[in-house]
C-alpha cells in the first residue's frame, strides 16, 4: 500500500497566502532566521516517526514537489538517503534566481541551499526533473545546471537522471500541465508498487 504524508511549507502555515511565501522566505534568511533547515528538521522527525510506526517503509520513499516544494524535496532526501526516488516538477533550484532574492545575490546562507550542492549526495538515485523550455520563474537553464551536476557526480557508470523539458505554459512559463504530475506519479508508483 503506498501512502502520501504532507507538511505545510514554510511560509504557508496558519492560512498565509501562498504567494508570500517567498517573501517570507527571503527576509527570514535576510535576518539570518534559517526556517528552510528549521522544517527539514521537523520532516526528518516525521519520516522516522511514520517509518517507527510502520506507516511507511523505509525501502520503499519517494519525494516529490512542485517548484519550492521539488526544492524542499530534493534537501529532505539529501538528509535521508532512504529517499531513492524524487520527481521534482519545475524545480527552484537556486533562490537568488527568483525576484523576491534579487536583493540577496551575495547573501552566503541563501546560496548554501543552491541544489547543486546536493548533486554528490544525491547522484546515486532515481531521478526525474521536469521542467518548462522557457521557464523564466525558476530557470530553464539553472534547472539543466542542476540535473547536470547530478550525472557529473554519478557514482555509477550511469546515473538514473533524467530531464524532461515540455513546452512552457501559464505565467511566466512556471506552470506544469496536469500530464506532466501523471507521468511523474506513474513513474514513481512504477518504482514502488508492491
Request: include cysteine; glycine fraction near 6%.
Amino acid at each position: 500500500m503506498i501512502r502520501i504524508f504532507s507538511l505545510t511549507l514554510p511560509g504557508h502555515e496558519n492560512d498565509l497566502p501562498a504567494k508570500k511565501a517567498m517573501k517570507i522566505w527571503a527576509d527570514d534568511l535576510a535576518k539570518g532566521r534559517n526556517t528552510i533547515d528549521k522544517f527539514l528538521d521537523i520532516a526528518k522527525l516525521a519520516v522516522d516517526f511514520a517509518i517507527k510506526e510502520k506507516f511507511a517503509e523505509p525501502q520503499k520513499l519517494a519525494a516529490a514537489g512542485l517548484s519550492r516544494g521539488a526544492f524542499i524535496a530534493a534537501h529532505l532526501a539529501a538528509r535521508d538517503d532512504r529517499f531513492r526516488h524524487l520527481a521534482l516538477f519545475s524545480p527552484l533550484t537556486r533562490l537568488s534566481k527568483i525576484k523576491e532574492f534579487a536583493h540577496m545575490h551575495e547573501n552566503p546562507l541563501a546560496h548554501s541551499f543552491d541544489l547543486t550542492h546536493l548533486s554528490e549526495k544525491l547522484s546515486d538515485r532515481h531521478i526525474q526533473v521536469y521542467i518548462g523550455n522557457e521557464d523564466t520563474r525558476v530557470g530553464t537553464r539553472e534547472c539543466f545546471d542542476f540535473a547536470m551536476s547530478l550525472v557529473k557526480h554519478k557514482k555509477a557508470r550511469t546515473s538514473d537522471v533524467e530531464l524532461l523539458i515540455y513546452p512552457s505554459v501559464g505565467q511566466s512559463g512556471h506552470g506544469t500541465p496536469p500530464e506532466i504530475f501523471k507521468q511523474g506519479a506513474d513513474w514513481i508508483f512504477s518504482h514502488l508498487k508492491p
